[in-house]
């Protein structure tokens, strides 16, 4: 889409997000290699608090990281971090001392939590990884339509924040209570649609890396990232990370909400893999995140020098678990070598990895990389399939030319 047009359609729909009058849209954006084409992007500095990121869409905003931002740290930076929103009516800005985290439902007492007495429970802090469900989407054979996601639409952060289990303690759950669920101020775009709304079981909430968080990497969340306050569930895709987080609710009954009944789900199957058309699966409400890993220091077609060690360099998650083991192959992933793990920021975070790679005689080749959790969980060799295109975690692979 083309600046012009972005910026009327923005302004046709009233105020949403303020943008700068001057777009920043470079001409250089990614061309994904996607299945059949059609990933050109371009690339838009012109939303609040980001730098240059890859526009999927402008209305509600869809950003994806350039990949190229994942080689300096394991840590993303706030103003390259991805955004996601399902509606596009979003506050552009809230005011941090009026805010009101409101948790009712099946609870002892109601409570309606400033700022202020949220940092008054315990401070924790948890290194995770945000991945949304359909991180990767675009390379999906057959396509599927939602967002078309290179691999970007993820990243690792710093969560400073307070202990969910906490909060709950402190409203007292019911007995009876079955499920908490958590909604923000974003709003529907039309008036029939359901708010966006997710829901953890009691258990699942109360662990103890669940919090809610009121920093990012040390600083404030950008608004687009749900200032003032979201949802750390670490390990588990971030559509359960509710963003500008307003409202909890203790429920006495699973949620049949559109959001955890109708949307996302997965076939219950191993790697959610079904055929296309295929009938009769099962489905499940998505859930814990599984083990992907990504080469960071080169791109599709970079020229290596051939016959002698190429320097590898990526980083690796685990999913719910930490990082067990990184192997690099240089033909295709028929021959695999161990890398060497970085630092261990914890069991949720991106790992950083190298490896020193012989590389083979001049010509084509294609670099692989494989990730084993802690609970021996290896990425597949073969793409999984399902019809909302989640969960993708096959062995990436890259082809360069050795000179
Ligand atoms: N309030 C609110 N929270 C939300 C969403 C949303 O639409 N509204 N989308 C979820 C989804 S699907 C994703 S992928 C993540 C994206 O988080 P980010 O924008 O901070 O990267 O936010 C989650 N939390
Ligand atoms: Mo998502």
Not at 36 to 49: C, E, I, K, T, V
Not at 177 to 205: N, Q, T, W
Not at 264 to 293: E, W
Not at 346 to 375: D, K
């Amino acid at each position: 889409m083309s600046a012009p047009s972005r910026r009327a359609m923005l302004a046709q729909a009233g105020s949403v997000l303020a943008l700068s009058a001057a777009p920043a849209i470079a001409a250089t954006g990614p061309d994904f290699p996607f299945p059949g084409g059609n990933g050109a992007r371009p690339l838009a500095s012109d939303f609040p608090q980001k730098g240059a990121m890859v526009l999927q869409r402008s209305r509600p905003p869809l950003l994806e990281t350039p990949f190229t931002d994942f080689d300096s740290s394991v840590f993303t930076p706030n103003d390259k971090f991805f955004v996601r929103w399902h509606w596009s009516v979003i506050p552009t800005e809230v005011n941090a001392d009026s805010f009101r985290l409101k948790v009712h439902g099946q609870v002892d007492r109601e409570l309606s939590l400033s700022i202020s007495d949220l940092m008054k429970f315990k401070r924790v802090e948890i290194a995770a990884v945000n991945q949304c469900s359909g991180n990767s989407r675009g390379f999906f054979e057959p396509r599927i339509p939602g967002a078309q996601w290179g691999n970007g639409g993820m990243g690792n952060a710093r969560w400073t924040g307070v202990r969910l289990s906490e909060v709950l303690d402190k409203a007292g759950v019911k007995s009876g209570a079955m499920a908490a669920r958590f909604s923000g101020l974003d709003e529907p775009a039309v008036s029939d649609g359901p708010r966006f709304k997710k829901s953890l079981s009691i258990e699942r909430a109360r662990r103890p890396e669940v919090i809610i968080a009121y920093a990012m990497n040390g600083k404030k969340l950008p608004l687009l990232n749900g200032y003032p306050i979201r949802l750390i569930v670490p390990g588990w895709y971030s559509t359960y990370w509710i963003k500008m987080l307003s409202d909890i609710e203790l429920l006495d009954a699973p949620d049949d909400n559109y959001w955890m009944k109708t949307a996302y789900l997965i076939p219950d199957t191993s790697h959610a893999d079904m055929k296309p058309g295929q009938t009769g699966v099962t489905m499940v409400p998505i859930n814990r995140m599984v083990p992907r890993s990504f080469i960071t220091n080169l791109g599709a077609g970079a020229r290596v020098k051939a016959n002698a060690p190429a320097k590898l360099r990526g980083m690796a998650m685990g999913g719910d678990c930490g990082v067990a083991k990184v192997e690099v192959s240089g033909d295709g992933g028929q021959n695999w070598h161990d890398a060497k793990l970085g630092h261990d920021e914890g069991p949720y975070s991106f790992r950083q990895w190298t490896a020193a790679l012989t590389m083979g005689p001049p010509g084509e080749a294609s670099l692989a990389v494989r990730c084993t959790n802690t609970i021996g969980e290896t990425q597949p060799d073969t793409p999984n399939w399902n019809p909302s295109g989640f969960m993708r975690n096959v062995v990436e692979r890259l082809s360069v030319t050795l000179v």
